[in-house]
């Protein structure tokens, strides 16, 4: 094509001419649109350059997104992310998106009345089951119901745009990033935004952002697949461990916990999902093999991604 061609030129003073010898027999209306070409390209702000008819492998619009260049330095979170990993921002943040619209109604009920009750807890804002500080480092601050509720739609409304890939995704990556924190720091004693459940959710964002460039390899989807390899294999490890120092015998007692306080705490609706509760939290062989399978699983995930091959 006339800009795949008029990448191939020198870009000296002279490259007209150079183009026209490159090109030997080609007419001279492809020379001029090659050289037009260039010039639009040497023309954009810092240098960069930018392909105008790749199509959007998501929305299927003609989108323009930035070409890696060696030749300057480009602000990385205005370039597009590669295809693949584009495409698991899309699921990933959508998914996370639907999730925060279903479940924010009773998470606003809970933040009302936490943020007002004299309780210990309601004292503390924090990640984890104990309000513990971002990453062990960065306290997260107290808000009020009126600005929990805009960092919550802030949070809603950057996942969303960093589905699209036209719009700059990595930049409302970033923001998604901080916004997790100022959202899911207020509900560590929520059931279901707090505890351990959505604490993989930043380190996954993160890596998305620092994705490389469209011409770069997806690094960050198997960086993130390590990550929860070694989540996993931590977990696996602190369960065995935990059942040695204690001189216990290693059963399903912790997953017969987790049913129970389920079942007191908040019980599902469904009488068959409530019947399947009682009858494993009653025989000690179905909570026995549910935590070896989950133990096996947390075990072999990290050697299945770096030894499993393509």
Known sequence: TPTAQARRL???????????????????SLV???EAARLRGNMLPL??????????????????VCVDSESVLQPFFLC????????????????????????HRPAS???????????APAHVRGLAYNGCKAYGVFPIPRLDVEAFHLAGAG??????????????????????????????????????????????????ILFLALSGGPQSTPWSLVFIKIFLGVIYLAGAISKLLVAAL??????????????????WSRPHPWAIARGL??????????????????LLFELLFLPAVLFGGH
């Not at 995704?169 to 916004?179: K, V």
């Open 246 to 263: 204690c001189r216990r015998p290693w059963a399903g007692s912790t997953m017969q916990a987790y049913l129970i306080d389920a079942m």
């Open 80 to 103: 597009e992310p590669p295809e693949q990993v584009r495409l698991f921002i899309f699921l990933y943040c959508l998914s996370v998106a639907t999730g925060l619209a279903i479940h």
């Open 155 to 204: 949070l809603l409304v950057t996942l969303l745009l960093a589905c699209h890939s036209g719009l700059a995704p990595r930049f409302f990556l970033f923001a998604s990033f901080g916004l997790y924190f100022l959202y899911f720091g207020q509900l560590f004693c929520e059931s279901k935004h707090g505890g351990h459940g959505s604490l993989l959710m930043p380190s996954v």
């Open 47 to 64: 240098g960069g350059l930018r392909t105008p008819h790749i199509p959007d492998a998501l929305f299927g619009e003609v989108a323009e």
């Open 109 to 119: 009920r809970f933040y009302q009345w936490f943020a007002k009750v004299e309780v």
């Open 277 to 294: 509760q009682r009858f494993i939290v009653t025989h000690w062989w179905a909570c026995t093999g549910m935590a070896a399978a989950g």
């Open 32 to 34: 001029q649109a090659s």
């Open 10 to 28: 020198p870009r000296g003073p002279d490259s007209g001419a150079a183009g026209a010898r490159v090109c030997g027999g080609c007419s001279s």
